[in-house]
């Protein structure tokens, strides 16, 4: 299946956004580098990125240079916080567009769950045929991944950012991050938006905040 085959299918099927999720300090990482960056081209770099425990794992299953996204906003979805940050970049599916023949691939599963003698098979849909019987929009194993990716994802199909409001008493590592976070996009991605999630009493995402040891908030909104 092409990148049009794949666009077409998801715009079929209501898949317009495509999700990526992360702390503050690596997103201000993104910002100053012109783009995403895979875990593993952050490393070789020498760029700060905040550790991850699954990035040993991602190594032996040889997705350590790719770049994952949701095909929803997960914090809304489950109503409670995103495991792997505060700051949500939001892309069109038109980025497809500007990708190699190839590069981009849904996974059947969660990496985590992946041993290194695998195929390709085992582990990605790799036909249109597949994906209509085995996908489902807002399934969260199933992880759209830009293989490889050695160079920055350009900001060019970056249409929001949205940063969580932990609200939580002490707001001064919020307030940081939001006005840090704010002046790169002015510098870097001046079209692009941010909007504070502001999340209403069902969601549980506050109540994580409150409860979790010292220094979690900081941890996911410090800005290096």
């Known amino acids: ?37 895979s875990r593993g081209t952050a490393e070789d770099r020498g760029l700060f990125q905040t550790p991850q425990e ?22 809304r979805r489950k109503r409670n916080l995103n495991h792997y940050g505060p700051v949500m970049f939001v892309y069109s599916i038109d980025l497809i567009d500007s990708l190699p023949e190839d590069s981009i691939r849904i996974t059947k599963d969660n990496p985590i769950r992946w041993h290194s003698g695998m195929t390709e098979e085992e582990k ?47 707001t001064r590592y919020f307030e940081n991050a939001h006005q840090h976070l704010q002046k790169l996009i002015e510098q870097y991605a001046p079209t692009v938006s941010l909007e504070v999630r502001q999340c209403p009493p069902e969601c ?17 909104f410090k800005t290096k």
């Open 124 to 170: 990605y849909f790799l036909s249109e045929d597949e994906l209509k019987i085995g996908f489902a929009k807002g399934d969260f194993t199933q992880h759209f991944t830009i293989r490889h990716q050695m160079e920055p994802l350009s900001f060019k199909y970056l249409r929001k950012i949205v940063l969580d409001d932990p609200g939580v008493e002490d």
């Open 54 to 75: 699954t990035d040993e794992r991602d190594k032996q299953v040889d997705v350590f240079y790719d770049l994952f996204f949701d095909s929803i906003d997960i914090h």
């Open 1 to 37: 299946m092409n990148n049009a085959q794949l666009k077409k299918f998801l715009r079929d099927r209501n898949v317009l956004y495509l999700y990526h999720a992360n702390t503050v300090a690596t997103s201000c990482t993104f910002f100053e580098n012109g783009g995403l960056l």
């Open 204 to 220: 549980g995402c506050q109540e994580q905040y409150r409860s979790h040891r010292i220094g979690y908030v900081y941890h996911r």
